[in-house]
């Protein structure tokens, strides 16, 4: 069943806090980035565990199994931009339609426990390449399809909001 897409331009959470879930960059230097990207990861282990993970608050809103499978290829997507950013200079991303992938790959169909292991392994492999950074290449550029612009450091943050609202919106469905 297709939700009401989000068509926001999230990039302003990279200036000013969130209102929604809290999220303040400002709180998250990239020395973290690869510490924070495992603890939020381990927090999904037990919403993907609830004997509610199908079901939706409302038709307007994914269920958490599809947050899950959302957020399990959130660390891919991005992970994917950031070995980019690390090969290429300034590579351009490829638009990803959420929604869209929502609806192919079936998220509401798919086994929770599957979705869990492969979650902590994109996870992982995140945190892992972020772990592994230079010094000098925390400023290296990437470019969205909608031309928003983004260092390896902002890429982080930004990430980093998404992973962390997303957690939010299970907690309050």
């Known amino acids: 069943m297709r ?3 989000d068509t926001k ?3 302003w959470v990279l200036e000013r ?3 929604e879930c809290g999220y303040n960059a400002q709180d998250f230097p990239r020395e973290t980035f690869a ?3 495992r603890v939020v990861a381990a927090k999904w282990t037990p919403v993907l565990q609830r004997s509610d993970v199908r079901d939706r608050a409302s038709e307007s809103t994914w269920s958490a199994l599809e947050y899950g499978c959302h957020v399990r290829d959130v660390y891919r997507i991005f992970d ?5 950013m690390l090969a290429e200079d300034n590579p351009l991303f490829q638009n990803w339609d959420q929604d869209e992938t929502a609806l192919v790959e079936r998220y509401d169909l798919q086994e929770p426990s599957i979705v869990n292991d492969e979650l902590q392994k994109a996870a ?3 945190a892992d390449r972020f772990g592994a950074v230079a010094e000098t290449d925390w400023t290296r550029p ?4 909608n031309g928003s612009h983004f260092t390896v450091t902002s890429l ?13 919106d299970v907690s309050t469905t």
């Open 35 to 37: 510490r924070i990207i």
């Open 3 to 5: 939700i009401t897409p």
């Open 17 to 19: 806090p969130c209102e």
């Open 142 to 145: 990437g470019t969205r399809s």
């Open 124 to 126: 992982s492999d995140y």
């Open 80 to 84: 994917g931009r950031l070995a980019k």
């Open 9 to 11: 331009d999230w990039t």
């Open 156 to 168: 982080g943050s930004y990430s980093l909001h998404d992973l962390i609202h997303h957690l939010w």
